[in-house]
């Protein structure tokens, strides 16, 4: 299975703030990434797919980029909702496979 | 409107079974890619099984052997029998659409609210 792995695990941020969750695949996965948003309590939301496209309804702070093996999930303006833990997910082959999270606090 | 509803989950002691149930609508079921996809207690998200196609399946391999995906169209119902169950499949089970909504892409688009299934002595 192919592992995904995302960096950091955590991050401490202000509002304004600008910050970028990396994801690395394990092998190419061409342009196969997409990034959720989860809060807690609730089911996970659909931000980016194929890599850098923004899901209808989802603000233009939140962008994406990479192909191949390397990843990023770029949030700049941090606002108050943004505050959450964020995946990404291969749908390349199956299994499919989730990155580990990334916690974003505030500080 | 599509949605997605989750039922099912309850307590249930190690070596147990248990059936997980999946209502949809607002959508052919036969034409969409229906997933389960866990989430343990203060862990992150497990990508489960599939059903799509023709009833075609495919599992993450903690599951394989225990766990069986499957589809009733005519109830618009996707289902998961978990079978010899372990304390780590504890967490709660979310169903979810890998549909059509993304340009010519698939993606997980719908999700149900989850429901939670507690393996414990």
């Known amino acids: 299975a192919i592992q995904l792995t995302q960096s950091p695990s955590s991050v401490s941020a202000s509002l304004g703030d600008r910050i970028t969750i990396t994801c690395r695949s394990s092998?190419?996965?061409?342009?196969?990434l997409n990034w959720y948003q989860q809060k807690p309590g609730k089911a996970p939301k659909l931000l980016i797919y194929?890599?850098?496209t923004l899901q209808g309804g989802v603000p233009s702070r939140f962008s994406g980029s990479g192909s191949g093996t390397d990843f990023t999930l770029t949030i700049s303006n941090l606002q108050p909702e943004d505050f959450a833990t964020y995946y990404c997910?291969?749908?390349?082959?199956?299994?499919?496979?989730f990155g580990q999270g990334t916690k974003l606090e505030i500080k | 409107e599509v949605q997605l509803a989750e039922s099912g989950g309850d307590l249930v002691q190690p070596g147990g079974s248990l059936r997980l149930s999946c209502a949809v609508s607002g959508f052919i079921l036969r034409r969409q890619y229906i997933s389960w996809v866990r989430q343990a207690p203060g862990k992150g998200l497990e990508w489960v099984a599939v059903?799509?196609?023709?009833?075609?399946?495919f599992y993450a391999d903690s599951v394989t052997g225990r766990f069986n995906i499957s589809r009733d169209t005519s109830t618009n119902t996707v289902s998961l029998q978990m079978n010899r169950l372990r304390v780590e499949d504890s967490g709660i089970y979310y169903c979810?659409?890998?549909?059509?909504?993304?340009?010519?892409?698939?993606?997980?688009?719908?999700w149900g609210r989850g429901t939670r299934v507690t393996v414990s002595s």
């Open positions: 092998q190419g996965i061409r342009d196969d």
């Open positions: 997910l291969q749908d390349f082959n199956y299994p499919h496979t």
């Open positions: 059903v799509y196609g023709a009833g075609s399946t």
């Open positions: 979810a659409r890998w549909g059509t909504s993304c340009g010519s892409r698939n993606c997980y688009d719908y």
């Open positions: 194929a890599s850098s």
